[in-house]
C-alpha cells in the first residue's frame, strides 16, 4: 500500500527565515516605489520592494508556496536598497532579502546550470584566495590571447552554467594583481591611524592600481597600511545570493586576519565590502568579534575625512560627476565624504547627474544572472552621465566601474571612468606631493 504523499510546507521554514516583525512592518504606503530601479523600468507591482513583501507576507501565512514562479520577482531585486532610505516605517528590507534569499538556496531548486555556476563560483573559487588567484590568471589569458574571440564564433558558451551572461559581465583582467603579502607601509610623518585594509576578490585582478593608489594615499594622510596576508574575501556576494554557510566561513576568517594587528581601523576601498563588513554584527550575532570589526570599519573615504585630507598641489582642470555606489549611499549612509575627498583637488569642476540615486545595475553577480535588467538599469545611468558634461565619471565600487565603463563604451562614450582615490593620487603624483 502506497504512503500518502507528503504535504509541501508552508510558510518559510529554515533558520535563515526572516523575522515576523520585520515582515509586517510595511504600511504599504508606497514611498518605496520612487525609489525602486526595477519597478521604475517595469512599472510592475511585484518588482516593487511593496509587491515582493506581499509575496512574502503571502508565502509565510501559508497562501502560495516557494515557488519558482514566486521567487523570480525576489531574484529580480538588485538588494540595492534604495527603498530603505525612502522608507518612512523603517523595514529593513536589506535583512529581509538576504534572509528569504537564504531561505530559497535551501528550498527553491535552480536550473542545473545555475546550480553549477553558484557551487564552483561562489562556495569554491570565492572560498579559496589561491584559486581566486588562478582563475584570475586563466582569465587573463583567455581575454588577452585571442581565445575569448575564437570562443565567441563557437556555441561552447551555451554549454557552460551562465556561460554567454558570464563572459559578457566578465571584467578585463589586468596582467599584475594587487596582492595581500602582509606588507606594512608606514607614512613619512605623524602617524594619525593604524588600519588593516581589504584587499577583496575581484577588485584585486580588475582594478589592482585603485587598490595601490589607495595604500599611497592613505600613507601621503599619515595612516600606517596593515594588508593582511592571510585575509581573502569578504562574503558579501555570498550572502547577497544566499549563500549563507559560505559566506559566514569568508567572514570568520577575515575577522581573525583583519583584526590580527589590533589595528585603530578596517578599511575598504570597496563599498560592497565595506557595507558587509559593517554588518558583520548583526549578520552573525554568535560571533562576539563579528560586532568588534563592525564598530572598526571604514570606507576610505570616510576614514580620508577623518584624518583631514591633505589637499594636493597639481591641479586638475577637468570636470568629474561622482556616482553613488548603492552600498555606499543606502546601506552606509555616505554621501558627502567622496565629495570631499574630490573638493580637496584643486581645478577639479564637480558637475551633477539626474537620478544620482539610482543603481547602475551592477550588483554583484546581478548582470551574469540577470543580463537584461542589468543592461538597462546600465544603459540608464550612462545616458545621465554622458548628460551631466563630465569628462570623467568617479566612482568606489568595482562592480559599479566595471558596469559603467561597459554601458558608456556601449553608448560610444569617450567619458573615462575612475576611482575618486585615483584621481587623489594623480593629483598628489603630477604636484609632487610624494617626493
Request: glycine residues 8%.
Amino acid at each position: 500500500m502506497k504512503s500518502a504523499p507528503q504535504p509541501k510546507p508552508r510558510g518559510f521554514t529554515t533558520q535563515y527565515a526572516p523575522q515576523e516583525s520585520d515582515l509586517y512592518k510595511c504600511v504599504q504606503c508606497g514611498f518605496c516605489l520612487n525609489a525602486c530601479p526595477t519597478y521604475l523600468e517595469t512599472g510592475l507591482e511585484a518588482e516593487s520592494p511593496r509587491g515582493r513583501l506581499t509575496l512574502m507576507k503571502a508565502v509565510n501565512e501559508g497562501r502560495l508556496e516557494l515557488t519558482p514562479q514566486v521567487t523570480t520577482h525576489w531574484d529580480l531585486c538588485l538588494q540595492c536598497r534604495a527603498c530603505e532610505v525612502a522608507c518612512p516605517s523603517g523595514v529593513p528590507y536589506g535583512r529581509i532579502m538576504m534572509s528569504v534569499r537564504a531561505e530559497m538556496k535551501e528550498r527553491v531548486k535552480r536550473p542545473w546550470r545555475e546550480r553549477v555556476a553558484r557551487e564552483i563560483g561562489f562556495n569554491r573559487i570565492l572560498k579559496k584566495p589561491f584559486l581566486m588567484r588562478m582563475a584570475g590568471r586563466l582569465t587573463g589569458v583567455y581575454q588577452r590571447s585571442g581565445m575569448r574571440a575564437a570562443v565567441k564564433r563557437t556555441n561552447l558558451l551555451r554549454l557552460l552554467p551562465s556561460g554567454e551572461n558570464l563572459d559578457a559581465a566578465m571584467p578585463q583582467i589586468e596582467s599584475d594583481f594587487f596582492r595581500a603579502d602582509g606588507r606594512i607601509i608606514k607614512p613619512t610623518g605623524p602617524i594619525k591611524a593604524r588600519v588593516s585594509m581589504l584587499a577583496g576578490c575581484v577588485m584585486t585582478m580588475m582594478h589592482a592600481n585603485a587598490l595601490e593608489a589607495a595604500v599611497r594615499v592613505l600613507a601621503h594622510n599619515g595612516v600606517e597600511v596593515h594588508i593582511p596576508d592571510s585575509q581573502g574575501c569578504c562574503g558579501s556576494l555570498n550572502f547577497y545570493a544566499g549563500e549563507r554557510k559560505s559566506a559566514c566561513e569568508m567572514a570568520i576568517n577575515n575577522i581573525e586576519a583583519l583584526l590580527s594587528s589590533n589595528p585603530d581601523f578596517v578599511v575598504s576601498a570597496s563599498a560592497g565590502c565595506g557595507s558587509t563588513m559593517k554588518e558583520y554584527g548583526e549578520l552573525m550575532p554568535e560571533h562576539d568579534t563579528a560586532e568588534s570589526l563592525a564598530r572598526k570599519t571604514r570606507d576610505l573615504h570616510e576614514l580620508l575625512v577623518e584624518v583631514d585630507i591633505d589637499a594636493p598641489r597639481s591641479a586638475v582642470n577637468q570636470r568629474v560627476v561622482f556616482q553613488d555606489p548603492c552600498h555606499l549611499l543606502s546601506t552606509q549612509r555616505i554621501s558627502d565624504a567622496p565629495r570631499q575627498v574630490l573638493r580637496s583637488i584643486p581645478g577639479l569642476e564637480r558637475v551633477d547627474m539626474a537620478e544620482p540615486a539610482m543603481c547602475c545595475g551592477s550588483a554583484g553577480t546581478y548582470s551574469a544572472f540577470q543580463p537584461v535588467m542589468s543592461g538597462q538599469l546600465g544603459d540608464r545611468k550612462a545616458r545621465n552621465i554622458m548628460a551631466s558634461g563630465a569628462d570623467i565619471v568617479a566612482t568606489a565600487n568595482p562592480g559599479c566601474a566595471l558596469q559603467l565603463k561597459n554601458a558608456l563604451q556601449r553608448a560610444g562614450s569617450e567619458v573615462r571612468v575612475a576611482y575618486a582615490c585615483e584621481l587623489l593620487d594623480e593629483a598628489y603624483a603630477s604636484g609632487g606631493d610624494y617626493d
